[in-house]
T-cell receptor, first 112, second 114 residues
C-alpha cells in the first residue's frame, strides 16, 4: 500500500458525460501528479499540482481539468467523454525534491 | 524533449533464467532514473531508483540496475527470475532538481514460466 488513495476504483459511463476522479496523496505530500495509461499511448503525464497550484501540464486535453484543494486532495475532471478516453488514470504523490513518486491504485474508466 | 526507450516489449523466460531489460533515455541534463513494476491488475510499485552516487543500485526483490551515463542507459537485471516476477516493467526518468513529472518508457511485459 503506497498511501495514495483513489476513488472510484471503476467507472463506467457513456459518451458525452462528465466524471470526476478523486485522489488523496500520502500524508504530508504536497505534490500530486495525474497520469493516463492506455493501450495505445502507454503511460502519459497529464498534469501536476504542488500545494494547490498547477505546476506542470503534459498531454492533457482541453476537456480535462484538475485542481488541488487546501487539504491537498486532488480531483481530475473529464468532460464530453469519448470512447478514446477509456483508460486507467493514476494519481501519484511526492513529498520531496528527489521526485520519488508513489502511485495510487488507479481508476479504470470505461466509456461506452 | 525527454524520452525513454525500452528495447523489449515482450520477454518470456523460464524460472531461474537471468533477466536483463534495456532502457535508454534521451535528455541533456541531470536526471533521476526509476524502474517501476506493475503486477497484473495492480498499481505501479517502485523497484529501484537512481539519483546520484554509485551507478549500481539495488532494489527490492533481488533486482538491480546499472546507470551508464555515457550510454544514457539504465538497464534492469535479476540473476534468477521467479514465476512471481511475471509483470510489466517500466523505466522512467525525470529531471533532477525537484518535483518533476516522470517520463515513462512503453513498458516490457515479462512472462516467467515455471
Amino acid at each position: 500500500d503506497s498511501g495514495v488513495t483513489q476513488t472510484p476504483k471503476h467507472l463506467i459511463t457513456a459518451t458525452g458525460q462528465r466524471v470526476t476522479l478523486r485522489c488523496s496523496p500520502r500524508s504530508g505530500d504536497l505534490s500530486v501528479y495525474w497520469y493516463q495509461q492506455s493501450l495505445d499511448q502507454g503511460l502519459q503525464f497529464l498534469i501536476q499540482y504542488y500545494n494547490g497550484e498547477e505546476r506542470a501540464k503534459g498531454n492533457i486535453l482541453e476537456r480535462f481539468s484538475a485542481q488541488q484543494f487546501p487539504d491537498l486532495h486532488s480531483e481530475l475532471n473529464l468532460s464530453s467523454l469519448e470512447l478514446g478516453d477509456s483508460a486507467l488514470y493514476f494519481c501519484a504523490s511526492s513529498g520531496d525534491s528527489y521526485n520519488e513518486q508513489f502511485f495510487g491504485p488507479g481508476t479504470r474508466l470505461t466509456v461506452l | 524533449a525527454q524520452s525513454v526507450s525500452q528495447h523489449n516489449h515482450h520477454v518470456i523466460l523460464s524460472e531461474a533464467a537471468s533477466l536483463e531489460l534495456g532502457c535508454n533515455y534521451s535528455y541533456g541534463g541531470t536526471v533521476n532514473l526509476f524502474w517501476y513494476v506493475q503486477y497484473p491488475g495492480q498499481h505501479l510499485q517502485l523497484l529501484l531508483k537512481y539519483f546520484s552516487g554509485d551507478p549500481l543500485v539495488k532494489g527490492i526483490k533481488g533486482f538491480e540496475a546499472e546507470f551508464i551515463k555515457s550510454k544514457f542507459s539504465f538497464n534492469l537485471r535479476k540473476p534468477s527470475v521467479q514465476w512471481s516476477d511475471t509483470a510489466e516493467y517500466f523505466c522512467a526518468v525525470n529531471r533532477a532538481g525537484g518535483y518533476n513529472k516522470l517520463i515513462f518508457g512503453a513498458g516490457t511485459r515479462l512472462a516467467v514460466h515455471p
